[in-house]
């Protein structure tokens, strides 16, 4: 079954310091893989995708993640996390039954202090 | 402005009531989802459309039902034969299920039983 951890509850960090959040998965074949951000009562806007190609992806709002195929990992990263930052993170991948459904992990919540 | 547009942000039922959440898109997909979200469970998908006249049930669909009868909506209902039917619900939609390209999200529903 395809599946998709995000280990961590929540990840803390102080404004400008590296953050890094989470992020395995579990796959029958090429993984396809997304990250999300979701403001307070808000619906999820889309940050990066990695179908195929270089390792390391870049998105929305200087964040970018790093595909590792023999970890099974999509790790969220950003040099410099700004307090706007802080929201709930989550990483999905498509599932391989060709229906364009996601599977999400349980989110991460980010949490940038000044 | 293209995008999706859930309405309306907050709802609240009465026990033994059936509702009807509305999503809307512009975008001319021909794929669109509903998702349940709960708090520390990331989210779960209900029922999938991958072309008009079509839709087909997710992981959670039972006391669900969707109808699909224009491209550009697809309303869900919640029945009374869901047993726990608060939570947020986001609606997305993609250019075509088959395709790696990314889901565009709505701005939710929260749904809410007195």
């Known amino acids: 079954a395809q599946s998709v951890a995000q280990p961590e509850d929540q990840v803390n960090v102080a404004e400008g310091n590296p953050l890094t959040v989470k992020c395995t998965y579990s796959?029958?074949?090429?993984?396809?893989l997304f990250w999300y951000v979701q403001y307070p009562n808000r619906g999820l806007q889309f940050l990066l995708k990695?179908?195929?190609?270089?390792?390391l992806v870049k998105g929305s709002y200087g964040f970018e993640a790093e595909f590792n195929k023999s970890q099974t990992s999509f790790h969220l990263k950003k040099p410099s996390a700004l307090v706007s930052d802080s929201a709930l993170y989550f990483c999905?991948?498509?599932?391989?039954?060709?229906?364009?459904?996601?599977?999400f992990g349980q989110g991460t919540t980010l949490q940038v202090k000044p | 402005d293209g995008g999706i547009t859930q309405s309306p942000k907050y709802l609240f039922r009465k026990e033994g009531q059936n509702v009807t959440l509305s999503c809307e898109q512009n975008?001319?997909?021909?794929?669109m989802y509903w998702y349940r979200q709960d708090p520390g469970q990331g989210l779960r998908l209900i029922y999938y459309?991958?072309?008009?006249?079509?839709?087909q049930k997710g992981d959670i669909a039972e006391g669900y039902s969707v109808s699909r009868e224009k491209k550009e909506s697809f309303p869900l209902t919640v029945t009374s034969a869901q047993k726990n039917p608060t939570a947020f619900y986001l609606c997305?939609?993609?250019?075509?299920?088959?395709?790696?390209?990314?889901?565009?999200f709505g701005q939710g529903t929260r749904l809410t039983v007195v």
């Open positions: 975008l001319n997909h021909d794929a």
């Open positions: 999905a991948v498509r599932d391989s039954g060709n229906t364009g459904k996601l599977i």
């Open positions: 997305a939609s993609s250019i075509r299920a088959g395709e790696n390209t990314e889901a565009f």
């Open positions: 796959v029958s074949g090429n993984p396809y």
């Open positions: 459309s991958q072309i008009v006249n079509d839709f």
């Open positions: 990695y179908i195929t190609g270089d390792n």
